[in-house]
């Protein structure tokens, strides 16, 4: 079936630092990726939606310049957290869709921002 | 702006009961639902989906019952098992977007 690869699967970084999440469709082509952040005991929240080789679309709140998102090739996707935050500190999730219902998640990315 | 709502944040079952999970959606432009099991710490794993045109999909264990005119879907597990034990979201597609919204999940326990 379709994998999708998430690393890494948690990172602990220091306040003003970047951060870097990569997605990867392994054995299908993802022509459309969304980033999804989870906090405790809460739903999944979609962040943005990136097709490749354009620019991602944002949900409202989510701020474009602090979750760069570049989804250069049909299987690669990345999710980069500038100058993150205690606040950033969330789960990150990713998912890749390859068909037009079929859509695979990511195993995620705990990131703790101290 | 809850689009997709799951009332129940817990459930409680008995081992070779039935699990019941509920989803309601307000959106009538969602075409496609689907239903993921989730533990903490990890992606969510795709159970069943239903499209906005049949009333009943199946699976195995697994059963996803849609009414469109409630605007409720609801999954059934029978029998549970102690391994179902996690927690469950729905999630609505609207088709124009191919955007995916979940529900807040259900926990659901399947007691020995």
């Known amino acids: 079936g379709a994998v999708v690869s998430q690393h890494p699967s948690w990172v602990i970084c220091k306040s003003g630092t970047s951060v870097k999440i990569e997605c990867r469709s392994l054995?299908?082509?993802?022509?459309?990726m969304f980033w999804y952040r989870q906090f405790p005991k809460q739903s999944l929240m979609l962040m943005a939606t990136s097709n490749e080789g354009s620019k991602a679309t944002y949900e409202q709140g989510v701020e474009k310049d602090k979750f760069l998102i570049n989804h250069a090739s049909l299987t690669l996707s990345t999710l980069t957290v500038t100058s993150a935050h205690p606040e950033d500190s969330s789960f990150y999730i990713c998912s890749a869709r390859g068909t037009p219902d079929g859509y695979t998640f990511g195993s995620g990315t705990r990131l703790t921002v101290v | 702006d809850q689009q997709v709502k799951q009332n129940s944040p817990s459930l409680s079952v008995q081992e070779g009961r039935i699990s019941i999970l509920n989803c309601d959606y307000t959106?009538?432009?969602?075409?496609?639902f689907l239903w993921y099991k989730k533990y903490p710490a990890e992606g969510p794993t795709f159970l069943i989906s239903i499209s906005s045109i049949k009333d009943k999909n199946e699976d195995g264990r697994f059963t996803v019952f849609l009414n469109k005119s409630a605007k409720h879907l609801s999954l059934h597990i029978v029998p549970s098992q102690p391994g179902d034990s996690a927690v469950y979201f729905c999630?609505?597609?609207?088709?124009?977007?191919?955007?995916?919204?979940f529900g807040q999940g259900t926990t659901l326990q399947v007691k020995p």
């Open positions: 959106n009538s432009m969602f075409d496609y």
């Open positions: 999630a609505a597609k609207a088709g124009n977007t191919g955007k995916l919204i």
């Open positions: 054995d299908f082509q993802a022509t459309t």
